[in-house]
């Protein structure tokens, strides 16, 4: 993948000693664990050194990683049984200005795990169910009635991924500023052929999270980010969560962006997200709440044991496989230890979300076996070249924490 392209898509007991105080380029905050629908965490307190052995070694991995990387910053957050482990924040958000734990950024594709918890809570209340056609709400969608409720959240309709599309790529890359409507992205990818007969295959395509919001919205009569105030950030306790219909991120401070995939490294925060996801599902955040977000969702607390069974396993394992329309790099290879959940990937155990925008990466990581919540933002330097080096560090933090259980290892797509 090219790099303007890829810049563009980027849709145990601690020990109780402590360590020198950090350089200035990484400050710890120290942060009270938020428990289930707890308060908000309190990533504002003065910066302070790591505590503990194990804290220490994550920000040191995640400092090596930002120097390797490229990175222009690095914000993380870890707990075990909704307590800290460590909060960090290291490099800068501008030029003098250092990144900090508090700073708000985008969190994109997070907005789809949490459509679909809400579309698996109608499931637990008996208002529709998984296999019913999207044509009794959006009856206009060609093969609307081939096309189910599952197949939006678990991504296997065969919808056109309008984000491969090189007309719609040629347009945002000249004009990252304009205002996408659900109607423009959704009709570039129908004017394309499935990529196969809906069901039979997986590829992510966002189209799909455009029309679920959109279903969401009809099957309820609420509108989206109202409807996931009220049945997920607000349960969960994520107050700084919240959508944007423009370009605005906020409340101050602000984790500013920056890229070079239009050739010149320019700075990219208020870009337009409006094509990412389905508006009222574009959310910002900040990384104490990604951290909360993680643990809830990945701990399925907002629905019965088996509407969160279903939304860890909808039925995506296996699929994946490459066809004459649909290339390897567009369906990705599901094994035994990576499949798609309902609207998350489940990979070597960790159940996760991996946003990226046009400078910013994120990842919204959990893992059972610990109850181990790691959220991960980093921001791009001149010279960064990979789709998601938040994805990167994670996976060293899954190294260092639970070794045999690292995303993107062995039988990994």
């Given at each position: 993948m090219n790099r303007t392209r890829r810049a563009l898509l980027c849709a145990a007991t601690l020990i109780a000693v402590t360590l020198p105080v950090l350089p200035p380029a990484a400050t710890t905050a120290a942060a009270a664990g938020g428990g289930p629908g707890g308060g908000r965490p309190n990533c504002v307190d003065s910066p302070r050194p790591a505590r503990g052995s194990e804290a220490r070694a994550i920000v040191d991995l995640a400092r090596t990683a930002q120097g390797e990387l490229g990175l222009k910053s690095v914000v993380l957050r870890v707990t075990r049984g909704g307590r800290e482990v460590v909060t960090a924040a290291m490099g800068e958000s501008m030029t003098g200005v250092p990144a900090t734990p508090d700073m708000h950024l985008r969190v994109g594709s997070v907005g789809i795990e949490y459509m679909g918890t809400v579309l698996l809570q109608l499931v637990d209340e008996g208002r529709v169910s998984l296999d019913d056609p999207v044509a009794r709400w959006l009856p206009d969608l060609p093969h609307a009635k081939e096309i189910t409720l599952r197949m939006l959240g678990n991504s296997t309709s065969g919808l056109h991924d309008y984000v491969t599309d090189p007309v719609f790529l040629a347009e945002l890359g000249a004009h990252p500023f304009r205002h996408w409507t659900p109607q423009e992205l959704v009709g570039i990818s129908t004017a394309h052929d499935l990529w196969y007969e809906p069901g039979t295959n997986f590829s992510y395509s966002h189209?799909?999270?455009?029309?679920?919001?959109?279903?969401?919205?009809?099957?309820?009569?609420?509108?989206?980010?109202?409807?996931?105030?009220?049945?997920?950030?607000?349960?969960?306790?994520?107050?700084?969560?919240?959508?944007?219909?423009?370009?605005?991120?906020?409340?101050?401070?602000?984790?500013?962006?920056?890229?070079?995939?239009?050739?010149?490294?320019?700075?990219?925060?208020?870009?337009?997200?409006?094509?990412?996801?389905?508006?009222?599902?574009?959310?910002?955040?900040?990384?104490?709440?990604?951290?909360?977000?993680?643990?809830?969702?990945?701990?399925?607390?907002?629905?019965?044991?088996?509407?969160?069974?279903?939304?860890?396993?909808?039925?995506?394992?296996?699929?994946?496989?490459?066809?004459?329309?649909?290339?390897?790099?567009?369906?990705?290879?599901?094994?035994?230890?990576?499949?798609?959940?309902?609207?998350?990937?489940?990979?070597?155990?960790?159940?996760?979300?991996?946003?990226?925008?046009?400078?910013?990466?994120?990842?919204?990581?959990?893992?059972?076996?610990?109850?181990?919540?790691?959220?991960?933002?980093?921001?791009?330097?001149?010279?960064?070249?990979?789709?998601?080096?938040?994805?990167?560090?994670?996976?060293?933090?899954?190294?260092?924490?639970?070794?045999?259980?690292?995303?993107?290892?062995?039988?990994s797509a």
């Amino acid at each position: 993948m090219n790099r303007t392209r890829r810049a563009l898509l980027c849709a145990a007991t601690l020990i109780a000693v402590t360590l020198p105080v950090l350089p200035p380029a990484a400050t710890t905050a120290a942060a009270a664990g938020g428990g289930p629908g707890g308060g908000r965490p309190n990533c504002v307190d003065s910066p302070r050194p790591a505590r503990g052995s194990e804290a220490r070694a994550i920000v040191d991995l995640a400092r090596t990683a930002q120097g390797e990387l490229g990175l222009k910053s690095v914000v993380l957050r870890v707990t075990r049984g909704g307590r800290e482990v460590v909060t960090a924040a290291m490099g800068e958000s501008m030029t003098g200005v250092p990144a900090t734990p508090d700073m708000h950024l985008r969190v994109g594709s997070v907005g789809i795990e949490y459509m679909g918890t809400v579309l698996l809570q109608l499931v637990d209340e008996g208002r529709v169910s998984l296999d019913d056609p999207v044509a009794r709400w959006l009856p206009d969608l060609p093969h609307a009635k081939e096309i189910t409720l599952r197949m939006l959240g678990n991504s296997t309709s065969g919808l056109h991924d309008y984000v491969t599309d090189p007309v719609f790529l040629a347009e945002l890359g000249a004009h990252p500023f304009r205002h996408w409507t659900p109607q423009e992205l959704v009709g570039i990818s129908t004017a394309h052929d499935l990529w196969y007969e809906p069901g039979t295959n997986f590829s992510y395509s966002h189209a799909n999270f455009v029309l679920l919001g959109a279903a969401l919205e009809k099957i309820t009569g609420i509108r989206l980010d109202h409807l996931l105030r009220r049945r997920v950030t607000g349960p969960l306790g994520l107050p700084d969560t919240r959508n944007s219909f423009t370009p605005e991120i906020a409340p101050p401070p602000v984790l500013h962006a920056f890229s070079s995939g239009r050739g010149t490294y320019e700075e990219t925060t208020y870009w337009n997200p409006s094509w990412t996801t389905a508006p009222g599902a574009v959310l910002t955040s900040h990384i104490c709440d990604l951290a909360r977000s993680a643990r809830g969702i990945g701990r399925g607390e907002l629905l019965s044991p088996e509407a969160f069974a279903t939304q860890l396993d909808p039925g995506t394992v296996g699929l994946g496989h490459e066809t004459r329309t649909c290339p390897k790099t567009v369906c990705l290879r599901n094994t035994e230890r990576w499949h798609f959940g309902m609207g998350f990937i489940v990979d070597h155990d960790w159940i996760y979300t991996n946003p990226s925008f046009t400078g910013y990466a994120a990842i919204s990581a959990y893992f059972p076996g610990s109850d181990l919540a790691v959220a991960v933002s980093a921001t791009e330097g001149p010279d960064t070249d990979l789709v998601n080096p938040a994805e990167e560090i994670q996976h060293r933090i899954a190294a260092l924490l639970t070794p045999g259980h690292v995303p993107g290892g062995p039988d990994s797509a």
